[in-house]
């Protein structure tokens, strides 16, 4: 079956700081990649996607690209603030249903 | 700026009582998805709709849990009865048909059953 798996956090960084999230996958055929982040209090939205190997999504300073040889969307920012502290979901989604597979969530805390 | 409601935010409940959550979808998106997240088993999903008629319930519990579509602008998801192990932020969201098109997640409900 479909599975994603992210790196356990807590992810603790100072301002400015590289943040690496690692997800890898497994899945049958070609998914659809995501990366969703989840606010305190709020509900998850989408931050950035790629359809199909090579693509590189990218969105609020954050890059992922689509390795399917690895099989890894890993999520990169170059210089983290304040305000990217949140928990962040890597997600794959199948042409069959439009359903997603999540990741745990990393918890990223970005301090001043 | 379209966006999934959710209604109540928040629910405080006893054991045994029945829970009602709404959620409106944005206008036009016809795939509809329950999600359950709590700290122990993360993100969960529960159940999801695709024009109003169900695709998969395989992640609800069957003699407690019930969801609908009663026409295409609002989604419930109802408990009936509650127990405390319920308690958890439960989110709607709703898509476009397709594999690539994104899911707009609600704010969710908060339930507690005491």
């Known amino acids: 079956g479909n599975s994603v798996t992210q790196m356990e956090g807590p992810v603790t960084l100072s301002e400015e700081a590289f943040l690496t999230i690692n997800c890898t996958y497994t899945?049958?055929?070609?998914?659809?990649l995501f990366w969703y982040v989840q606010y305190p209090g709020e509900g998850l939205q989408l931050l950035l996607k790629?359809?199909?190997?090579?693509d590189k999504g990218s969105n609020k300073g954050f890059e992922a690209t689509y390795r399917k040889e690895t099989t890894s969307f890993h999520l990169e920012k170059g210089s983290v603030q304040v305000s990217d502290s949140a928990v962040y979901f890597c997600a794959l989604g199948k042409a069959a249903g439009n359903k997603l597979t999540f990741g745990g969530g990393t918890r990223v805390l970005v301090k001043p | 700026d379209a966006r999934v409601t959710q209604t109540p935010r928040d629910k405080v409940t006893e054991m045994g009582q029945e829970v009602t959550m709404r959620c409106q979808p944005i206008?036009?998106?016809?795939?509809v998805f329950w999600y359950r997240q709590t700290m122990m088993q993360g993100l969960e999903l529960l159940a999801y709709f695709r024009n109003r008629a169900p695709l998969d319930d395989s992640g609800m519990p069957k003699d407690r849990f019930s969801a609908e579509m009663p026409d295409a602008t609002l989604a419930t998801l109802k408990i009936q009865p509650s127990e405390p192990r319920d308690s958890a932020v439960y989110f709607c969201a709703s898509a476009r048909g397709g594999a690539e098109e994104t899911q707009y997640f609600g704010p969710g409900t908060r339930l507690l059953v005491l």
């Open positions: 899945a049958t055929g070609y998914p659809s």
């Open positions: 790629a359809t199909k190997a090579d």
């Open positions: 206008l036009g998106h016809n795939t």
